[in-house]
């Protein structure tokens, strides 16, 4: 069982920045690749970032590389997602999740998650 608490959602300006924590909890926390997902008003949920449990393997979706950058401390069994440059497509609920043998883009693929975080990007 891993339980997993995301922070640091809220509203912001475009092109302003926001830093989302997920801290893990549990047994196989820190053996996990965690992924952070997102879920815009009236569409699915979409991938977003993952990284592995080393921290040394990272994907990132095309609409958010170059500006999302995922990471994680394993000391802290928190994953951090830093989301520069934002647009008003950025806005969504924000779930991190975790699975101990997914390295996956796919939400079904992931066993925990979060209750999810709110980021509103808007002017």
């Known amino acids: 069982q891993v339980n997993l608490v995301e922070t640091g959602g809220g509203l912001v300006r475009p092109g302003g920045s926001l830093r989302l924590s997920c801290v893990a909890s549990g047994r196989t926390a820190s053996d996990s690749a965690v992924g952070w997902f997102r879920q815009p008003p009236g569409h699915e949920r979409e991938f977003v970032a993952v990284i592995n449990w080393t921290g040394l393997s990272r994907l990132y979706a095309d609409s958010v590389k170059g500006r999302f950058t995922i990471s994680r401390d394993n000391a802290k069994n928190t994953v951090y997602l830093q989301m520069n440059s934002l647009t008003s497509e950025d806005t969504g609920v924000y779930f991190c999740?975790?699975?101990?043998?997914?390295?996956?883009?796919?939400?079904?693929?992931?066993?925990?998650w979060g209750q999810g975080a709110q980021v509103i990007v808007s002017s």
């Open positions: 999740a975790a699975d101990v043998d997914s390295w996956s883009r796919l939400p079904k693929d992931f066993e925990y």
